[in-house]
């Protein structure tokens, strides 16, 4: 740890001063409910796109992709690959579908399909998914920023939350998606800077890189057997596949952003432009982690401090100096991979530079979270206290709830993120959150579209068989002794995967089944 030098810290300071004045600029036309959650649908398609994929490459991205890299291999790409077939299936049936419908909350059309209760519980999955999302993102952030400043992870997130909550109260959704362009074209630079430094401080360059990735096996997309008891190829894929298709066709978040489009072509080409744009970033990120493993197998002696300082937190504070050192020998790539982005940034990064890093890092973390806010705050808005509390809420009304809730969801993100310190793996820790919390509503949402005839009780039976399917390949790895034959054999992130289709194939069973015994009944 050490202090930033003057020329970043005013670097970092004014780039948060931008984002709040953004927020301030556009908090003139944030009059009215319209403006604050969907821009009054005025957003060209290119910058939803942008928008986006901005979301999309959270820090999450920025530091845990290249730790999943530096610890392990790409087997975490094939996330990435898999977003075209979903992105497909979006602009094709998902974006029209809801642009017909004209409401703004993703959840609306569940209580007209299925009932009051499928909305509410798709809207609580969707908050549950997004204390999730906004807390391994805040925890990411403040990863970086304490390895940089000395500052305490639990600072860090506070003075950062406090910023976002401003400037996303202030300027609604139009001030979201805009800094958002800016901060997706801040952390692509960032990222490309980044290899840049990388690159530059290997001998041999980008050859030397191959040729220890090549062989140490750290290109390799995973185990292509039909195993899904580990985290193969397939196991990645279908999992990706799935996270793709909630975060398209029923993630607030997406969906909000095909209203704010003028038309349904221009929202349709956004989810377009985001694919193009975040598959090869996210590949650039794993280049970063394999290239920093590189780097430090050239250099080993660099990477010293940070295993002493993974080892030193495994341990209580009065062990001995030589203790710390046993235990740091034996650790894996993979138990410090997180650290050593920070870490080459610290000593590794010229001042100047690492002020502009960072701001990529913080509009990789403040663009998703931001996001998440708006969304949380429209969906409680329209589909809790709109619904259950105040059917006939004013504009006025509205706007202020939207802002309340703004605030609410962002300390709320917030405390979730305090709560994830000390967490192995950050992209381990989301994936498997966001794969418990989406598996249920995708596949109610899948029934409904698709079934036509799925009535209210067999959308209620399949939801209950899904849910205690999730809860079971959560959990079951607890369950020892006698009962370890109960174990789930699948890869936890199998648990959106069968959860989604638990929920679908036993509503389209059950819905076939009642078909069956009303024919009979009428023959």
Known sequence: MKSLPIVDIVIIIVYLLAMIGIGFYFSRKNKNADQFTRASGKIPGWAIGLS?????????????????????????????????????????????????????SAYTHLEKRFGPWARTYAVVCFLLTQFARMGSIFF????????????????????????????????????????EVAQGIIKTLGALLILFLVIKQIPGGFAKVY????????????????????????????????????????????????????????????????????VPASLLFFIIGTALYAFYQVSPELIESVRLQAAAEKLPATVTVNEIDRVAASLQPADYADKVLPHFMVTHVPAGLVGLIVSALLSAAMSTISSNMNASATVFTMDIVKRYFKKNITDKQQLFSLHLFTVVFGLSGLATGLSMIGAKSLLDVWWELSGIFAGGMLGLFLLGLISRQARNAEAITATVIGIIVIVWMTFSDRISGNYAFLKSPLHKNMIIVVGTLAIFMAGLLLTRLRGKRAASAGG
């Open 52 to 104: 986006i994929y901005a979301t999309f490459l959270s820090s999450n991205t920025f530091l845990g992709v290249p730790g999943k890299a530096f610890g392990g291999n790409w087997n975490a790409f094939v996330f990435s690959i898999s977003m075209p077939l979903a992105a497909w299936m979006a602009s094709k049936y998902f974006v029209p579908f809801y642009r017909g419908t004209g409401e703004i």
């Open 140 to 179: 990411g952030m403040a990863l970086s920023l304490q390895a940089l400043t000395g500052f305490s992870m639990a600072s860090i997130m506070i003075v950062m939350g406090i910023c976002i909550i401003i400037y996303t109260v202030l300027g609604g959704m139009e001030a979201v998606i805009w800094t």
């Open 211 to 278: 040729e220890i990735a090549t062989t140490d096996h750290k290109l390799s997309l995973g185990s292509f057997s039909p195993n899904l008891t580990e985290s193969t190829f397939w196991v990645i894929l279908f999992y990706g596949f799935f996270i793709n298709l909630n975060n398209f066709g029923m993630d607030q978040n997406y969906i909000q952003r095909y209203h704010t489009a003028a038309t349904s072509n221009q929202a349709s080409r956004s989810v377009w432009l985001c694919v193009v744009m975040y």
